[in-house]
């Protein structure tokens, strides 16, 4: 069975880090592009960043040069690093698994399977 598993959100103080896991069963993350995205309350969900099947790597403007996508292919896992986090950057986090091996949108409906999410909080 494919699924998903998120992992390490939590809350944090502003200027803090995180390190968010995307854990893969039943197929291979080398291959496909994957997604990380983020839904805040009552705001849409938007994409954050992206690693393509051959490791390129996609980021929102709002996180460029402070979040950092990879992948570990021997353990079958995505990681979202998030440095220098922001109030605006509290949000639930999913990491979904994109229909081709490109990172060519954000296109909720381009992303074939997702995970249950994991709250990220940043709050003094």
């Known amino acids: 069975q494919l699924q998903f598993v998120e992992s390490g959100g939590g809350l944090v103080q502003p200027g803090g880090s995180l390190r968010l896991s995307c854990a893969a069963s039943?197929?291979?993350?080398?291959?496909?592009?994957i997604g990380w995205f983020r839904q805040a309350p009552g705001k849409e969900r938007e994409g954050v960043s992206c690693i393509s099947g051959s490791g390129r790597t996609d980021y929102a403007d709002s996180v460029k040069g402070r979040f950092t996508i990879s992948r570990d292919k021997a353990k079958n896992t995505v990681y979202l690093q998030m440095n220098t986090l922001e109030p605006q950057d509290t949000a639930v986090y999913y990491c979904a698994l994109h229909r081709f091996p490109d990172c060519s949108s954000y296109e909720g409906s381009d992303y074939l399977y997702w995970g249950q999410g994991t709250q990220v909080t940043v709050s003094s």
């Open positions: 039943g197929f291979q993350l080398a291959y496909n592009a």
